[in-house]
């Protein structure tokens, strides 16, 4: 585990999962259009010794139309699960911040890494980021 964090989770959530959880946010029909592009992924959940999580999302989707979809749905997840929101948006990435959150959404060809985190360190979220197996590999279709 990273130092100082303790893992909670380490599993693959899969199509209906994630279909499940956009749906909880979004209107059902656009849930299953984005879950339906899923192709692979693996989540962390990790806790620090303050009891912040910090959560891991590292996809693959089926082509980049796929990843752009998901990509813009866990964004607007987002914004209807914290409250306040501030983003800082570019092409390929999000960055949602507010009292006590830092969320982190980057894009790279059919690879989404999403990450929610209760700490606001950026350094902790450019570690995490270069850990990351599915959205640092090369994957192109």
Avoid: H, P
């Amino acid at each position: 585990a990273k130092e100082g964090f303790k893992k909670i989770l380490s599993d693959r959530l899969g199509e209906l999962t994630f279909y499940i959880i956009l749906a909880k946010y979004l209107d059902d029909t656009l849930a299953k259009t984005i879950a339906a592009g899923w192709g692979n992924d693996y989540c962390y959940l990790y806790e620090s010794k303050e009891q912040k999580a910090i959560l891991i999302m590292d996809t693959i989707w089926d082509s980049t139309s796929d990843a752009e979809e998901f990509f813009k749905g866990i964004k607007a997840l987002c914004d209807k699960k914290y409250s306040q929101l501030n983003w800082q948006t570019n092409k390929d990435f999000f960055i949602g911040e507010n009292a006590n959150n830092l969320i982190y959404i980057s894009r790279k060809s059919n690879s989404v890494a999403v990450i929610e985190s209760e700490i606001k360190d950026y350094n902790i979220i450019k570690k995490i980021l270069e850990t990351l197996s599915l959205y640092y590999k090369d994957n192109q279709n």
